[in-house]
């Protein structure tokens, strides 16, 4: 395996963690930004308050999404072992 096919594979790897990944990550941000939004607002500064609801919100996320996400990983691990002939070279 060459420098360039193994930097490939790591790229492709990355891209996809970054795509299975940005679901969660934006539910948890756009959960946390309400969250401190309300404590502001409420003056209510409580740790559970602000993890509870962005733990739920990557939760239901991860709920809704996790078909997509087990089709994009599954997908790239197929073509990985579909290309492991080439790769071995």
């Known amino acids: 395996m060459t420098e360039a096919v193994a930097i ?12 299975v990944t ?13 969250v401190s939004i309300f404590q502001t607002i409420t003056s209510i ?3 559970v308050l ?11 996320v991860f709920a809704l999404t996790f078909p997509w996400m087990l089709r994009i990983i599954s997908g790239f ?11 071995a070279r």
């Open 8 to 19: 490939g594979v790591m790229r492709q790897a990355v891209e996809t963690a970054v795509i």
């Open 22 to 34: 940005a679901p969660l990550l934006l539910a948890g941000l756009i959960a946390g930004v309400l």
């Open 45 to 47: 500064q409580d740790n």
């Open 50 to 60: 602000a993890f509870i609801p962005r733990a739920a919100a990557i939760f239901v």
């Open 77 to 87: 691990a197929i073509g990985l072992i579909r290309r492991l002939p080439e790769l």
